[in-house]
């Protein structure tokens, strides 16, 4: 099977979806250097930029690439076991014998751990702006409240307010 070259399925898709990179990075909340660096084939985009993308890129040659690469990905993050058809699964510590042989992390493990973490941060920058953003609002509103009730005094002061009419009557000159 030939390998999958992430750089030139990224470079495709974005021409396919006719944006620049400034405009796809926009598109992934990724940085435009980012989008470069996936291009030039220095780092490749996560699993969920890439699940993100597959949903942006129409129907073609580049969407069967890109699904391609997703599952490239996907094995390399969490690659299933290879069993052989009728080989039981061996759990360790059956019955109870002997003890459980240390384990350690595998690759996956560890890759799907440092995935996580990026999701983790992306979120929390986004929870950061999110509350910024609302902060911003809530201000808003109140200098837009504030705004209204000198509109209301400012209308109140401009309007005469009505005077008690005086006789003619009373008040004949001699």
């Known amino acids: 099977m030939p390998t999958i070259n992430a750089a030139k399925v990224v470079r495709r898709v974005r021409n396919k979806l006719e944006v620049s990179q400034e405009g796809l990075s926009r598109l992934l909340n990724a940085s435009k250097g980012a989008v470069q660096h996936w291009e030039r084939g ?17 129907a073609g040659p580049e969407r069967k690439d890109l699904e391609a690469l997703i599952k490239l990905t ?3 993050l969490a690659p299933l076991p290879v069993l052989k058809a009728g080989e039981p699964i061996r759990k360790a510590n059956q019955g109870g014998r002997g003890p459980t042989p240390p ?7 560890i890759l799907l751990r440092r995935e996580n973490n990026k999701l983790q941060r992306q979120v929390a920058k986004l929870e950061a702006a999110l509350q910024r953003r609302n902060e911003q609002v809530r201000i ?5 409240s504030e705004q209204q009730r000198e509109m209301v005094k400012l209308h109140a002061a401009e309007t005469p307010t009505p005077r ?3 006789s003619s009557a009373g008040s004949a000159e001699v």
Not at 103 to 109: A, G, L, V
Request: charged fraction near 25%; charge should be positive; include cysteine.
């Open 164 to 166: 008690p009419a005086t």
């Open 140 to 144: 808003l509103k109140e200098l837009a």
């Open 74 to 76: 996907q094995t390399r």
């Open 42 to 58: 220095r780092n490749n985009p996560d699993l969920a930029r890439l699940n993100a993308l597959r949903q942006l890129c129409p």
């Open 103 to 109: 384990s350690y992390p595998s690759e996956s493990f």
